[in-house]
């Protein structure tokens, strides 16, 4: 969280989160520092490891995540606030970056994870490519997988074999993303959360639907509600059989 095919805006499906300062947290920057699109030789990174998918589809798979920061999205439940103020962490180079990806490839990682923060502030598409370049090999010439965890509010760059796709009530995603996103995530807190996520899941369906009718994945849908696993799990599963065709 893995192209787009243009469709409606969906601005129309709104809600009322909280917005201005987060008591106890940092507020979310006015906007992002880097336009979407730039092509940079480095990155503002949080972290990078190697450990398993904890979410959705692909959950318990082995991955390399790389966490970049910057985030204009706000959201008060996040629970990785230190990751919203870009200046606050380093430039990486992204040939540093690739070859971490390739160590964590020859260690077992199954797929990359590029998640933030809102990763799509930045122009991916020469992460993607170097993260292509440095794990390809005889028996996948393509590289390793490469996942995008995102928002969905700017314009989609790099090119990705999964994306899963956390639309915000206050922030709603594009279309381009709607349409391009194998999964949905949402959090869950109250009974309109449940709807807006009914409504994202079917958009997300209607604008995926010729890229289906072409053989791609369809989009399913995972909700969550902020906190420990098991509190989550029993949301998850109801909507998605919902949801998805045939469920």
């Known amino acids: 969280m893995p192209d ?26 006015d906007g992002p520092t880097k336009p979407p699109g730039a ?23 082995s991955a390399f995540f790389i966490r970049l920061a910057g985030c204009t999205v706000g959201c008060p439940w996040c629970d990785t606030k230190h990751s919203w103020p870009q200046g606050s962490h380093p430039d990486r180079s992204l040939a540093e970056l690739a070859g971490e990806a390739a160590t964590a490839a020859a260690a077992g990682a199954a797929f990359v994870v590029i998640t933030g923060g809102e990763p799509l502030h930045h122009g991916l598409d020469p992460l993607c490519q170097a993260l292509r370049e440095a794990t390809a090999n005889a028996d ?17 760059s790099g090119r ?33 959360d449940l709807e807006f ?4 899941a079917l958009s997300a369906l209607a604008a ?19 906190g420990p696993t098991p509190r989550a799990r029993p949301w998850r599963w109801p909507l998605c059989r919902a949801i998805r065709p045939g469920g």
């Open 4 to 29: 787009p095919l243009p469709s409606a805006p969906i601005a129309a499906v709104t809600g009322n989160e909280t917005s201005g300062p987060f008591a106890g947290s940092p507020q979310a920057p």
């Open 39 to 61: 092509l940079p030789a480095a990155l503002p990174v949080v972290e990078t490891f190697h450990s398993l998918q904890g979410e959705g589809l692909h959950g318990g798979r």
């Open 140 to 156: 996948r010439p393509h590289g390793l997988p490469l996942h995008l965890e995102t928002s969905g509010v700017d314009p989609l």
């Open 160 to 192: 990705f074999d999964w994306i899963t796709l956390s639309p915000k009530r206050h922030r709603p995603p594009t279309s381009e993303l709607l349409g391009a996103c194998q999964e949905l995530k949402v959090v869950v807190e109250q009974a309109e």
């Open 197 to 200: 996520a009914e409504a994202m």
């Open 208 to 226: 995926a639907s010729p890229r289906m009718a072409a053989g791609g994945t369809p989009p399913t849908c995972c909700c969550s509600r902020p």
